[in-house]
C-alpha cells in the first residue's frame, strides 16, 4: 500500500502471496518485497505504482520463510532466511543473492545444529553482509551475528547474550563504526521483561549495552521489539508493543527514543485502536524528514484474526495530539558478552519457478481518533459517503444523522491534490453538500471533514 506524505493511499496491491515479511523501494522508484507461501520463499518486484514487474519463487526442498530483503550497491538483491523440515525441525539460516532481475546469482546455508533463524540482513561498507539471526540456547533464542564477505563466505560470526537470560534480535542498523542491533530480553531473576539496545564494532565486539523497563506495566510480558531507526540528532528510536494490563489482552504501540550512547531522552505509548482489549502492534518505525517519526502499526482486538493497518505521525517529540501518553524509563546496563560461533557453511541450490499475476484492492482510509466523547460504538468511516466516486464534475457528501447528531452539525471540508496542496474548502450544515470539482485536473483527490468537536474524516475520490 502507497500513502501520500499525509498518511491518505494512493494505491493498494494484492500481490498473490501471504506471509510478507519485508518490503523497500528500489533505485528505480519501484518496490522489492519478500515472504513465504506454504513452504516456499517469494521475491516480488514491482514499479513505482504497484504493479509486478517480476515475480520469483525458491524451493529448496523443504520449509522455507524469507525474512529480509535489501537491494544491493549492484542493482541486485540479498535475502536472508530460514529453512527447516517444519515447525518442529532443525532450521538454517540462508542467504541467497540475486541479480537485478531476480535470478539467483550464489546462495548460502549456515547452521550450528540448533534451530537457527536469519531475521535481518544489510550490506556494510566493505561491499558484505552483516546477518542478523538467532539460534537456540536452553531452549530460547538468543542473538547470532554472522559477517560475510560479498560472495557469503563468513568473516566473523559471533552469539550475544545476557547473563540472566536470553537476547533475541528485532533490528539492526549501520552506525559510524559498526553496528546497532534492538531487541527484547527477559530477566529471569527479577522476572521482568526488558527492551535492549546494543552496540558492536565492525570486529563483532560489544562496545555498550543498554536495557530499558517501563514503570507501571505489565512488564514481565515482554516489548515484542521489531524495529530500529537512526533519528535525524544521531540518536536511535525503537519500536514495538507493551501491555498495559496482565491479561494480555490489551497491547499499546511503544517508542523509545535515545542518544547516540543509548541513554533514553522519552518514551511512549500509542492507543490507536478501541480503548480497552485491542492489540497495537507497532512493527516499523522511520525518522522523518522534519524530525518526527512515523510507526506502521496493526491493530486489532486481542485473539481475533483480522487486523487494520494504521499509520501514526509523531513530532520530533514522539508527541500526535492523539491518545499517546509518556512513559516512564528506567535505564540499565546489561553485561553481554560476544563469543565466537564456526557455522558449518555450504552452498546449497534453489529450484525457482515464477508466477505474475496481481490485482488491485479496494482501499479506504479512515482518520480516527477515540476520545471519551465519541461514541465507540461505530468507527467514523461510516459517518460520510460520497456518491457518485469516481465522477466527471460533481458528487454529494452525504452525512450520517449520527455525525449530524454529534453538535450542531456543522462541518468543515478541505480538499487536497495528492501533494497535499489544498485545492478547495468549503463549509457544510445539512443532510448533505454537492461537491463542485469542475475545472479542476482529472485524478486522486483527498477530501478531510472535520466536525465541531474537531473529529476528523478523510476519504479519497477520482476525478474523471
Known amino acids: ?56 519463487y525458491f524451493d529448496a526442498g523443504s520449509y522455507e ?38 535470478n539467483i546469482v550464489w546462495s548460502k546455508k549456515y547452521v550450528s545444529n540448533s534451530n537457527d533463524k536469519g531475521k535481518t540482513v544489510l550490506q556494510t561498507n566493505d561491499g558484505g553482509y552483516l546477518i542478523g539471526g538467532e539460534y537456540l540456547r536452553n531452549g530460547s533464542p538468543d542473538m547470532w551475528i554472522i559477517k560475510t564477505d560479498n560472495a557469503g563466505t563468513v568473516q566473523w560470526s559471533k552469539t550475544y547474550t545476557a547473563p540472566n537470560g536470553n537476547m533475541p534480535i528485532s533490528a539492526i542498523c549501520k552506525t559510524s563504526g559498526g553496528y546497532y542491533i534492538a531487541g527484547d530480553t527477559y530477566d529471569t531473576l527479577s522476572n521482568a521483561a526488558n527492551s535492549y539496545l546494543l552496540k558492536i564494532n565492525n570486529s563483532g565486539n560489544v562496545v555498550w549495552s543498554k536495557k530499558y523497563n517501563v514503570t507501571g506495566q505489565a512488564n514481565n510480558y515482554g516489548y515484542n521489539i521489531k524495529s530500529l531507526d537512526k ?36 518514551s511512549k505509548c500509542y492507543k490507536v485502536g478501541r480503548p480497552a482489549a485491542n492489540c497495537d502492534w507497532g512493527y516499523s518505525v522511520i525518522s522523518a524528514s522534519d524530525g518526527g517519526y512515523m510507526i506502521g502499526v496493526t491493530s486489532n482486538p486481542c485473539l481475533i484474526q483480522w487486523s487494520q493497518i494504521v499509520l501514526i505521525k509523531t513530532n520530533a517529540n514522539g508527541s ?31 529450484l525457482t519457478y515464477i508466477n505474475a499475476t496481481s490485482f488491485d484492492i479496494t482501499n479506504s482510509d479512515t482518520t480516527y481518533c477515540f476520545t471519551s466523547s465519541i461514541n465507540e460504538t461505530f468507527f467514523f468511516e ?83
Request: proline fraction near 2%; aromatic fraction near 8%; include cysteine.
Open 231 to 266: 533519528t535525524n540528532d544521531d540518536g536511535y528510536v525503537v519500536c514495538g508493543a507493551i501491555p498495559s494490563t496482565s491479561s494480555l489482552q490489551d497491547y499499546n504501540t511503544y517508542l523509545l527514543k535515545t542518544d547516540s550512547m543509548g541513554i533514553s531522552q522519552w
Open 1 to 56: 500500500m502507497k500513502t501520500n506524505g499525509f498518511g491518505n493511499v494512493l494505491w493498494g496491491k494484492a500481490l498473490g502471496a501471504n506471509g510478507n515479511n519485508s518490503v523497500r523501494q528500489t533505485s528505480d522508484g519501484g518496490f522489492i518485497t519478500c515472504g513465504s507461501t506454504l513452504n516456499d520463499i517469494f521475491l516480488f518486484k514491482t514499479d513505482a505504482n504497484g504493479n509486478i514487474v517480476w515475480k520469483k
Open 382 to 464: 461510516i459517518l460520510i459517503s460520497i456518491s457518485p466516486n469516481p465522477f466527471t464534475s460533481q458528487t454529494t457528501i452525504f452525512f450520517s444523522e449520527e455525525s449530524r447528531m454529534n453538535g450542531t452539525g456543522n462541518h468543515v471540508i478541505i480538499i487536497t491534490d495528492v501533494l497535499g496542496n489544498i485545492v478547495n474548502s468549503e463549509k457544510a450544515t445539512g443532510k448533505s453538500v454537492i461537491l463542485d470539482m469542475s475545472g479542476f485536473a482529472k485524478g486522486i483527490y483527498f477530501v478531510q471533514v472535520t466536525d465541531e468537536k474537531k473529529n476528523v474524516i478523510n476519504k479519497k475520490i477520482v476525478v474523471q
Open 320 to 350: 500526535t495530539g492523539c491518545k499517546d501518553s509518556s512513559l516512564v524509563t528506567v535505564d540499565g546496563n546489561i553485561i553481554s558478552s560476544a563469543v565466537t560461533k564456526t557455522p558449518i557453511v555450504s552452498s546449497v541450490s534453489f
Open 65 to 102: 520463510a524469507g525474512n529480509s530483503v535489501i537491494q544491493t550497491t549492484d542493482g541486485g538483491y540479498i535475502i536472508t532466511e530460514n529453512t527447516g523440515t517444519g515447525s518442529l525441525g532443525v532450521g538454517d539460516i540462508f542467504l541467497i543473492k540475486t541479480d537485478l532481475n531476480g
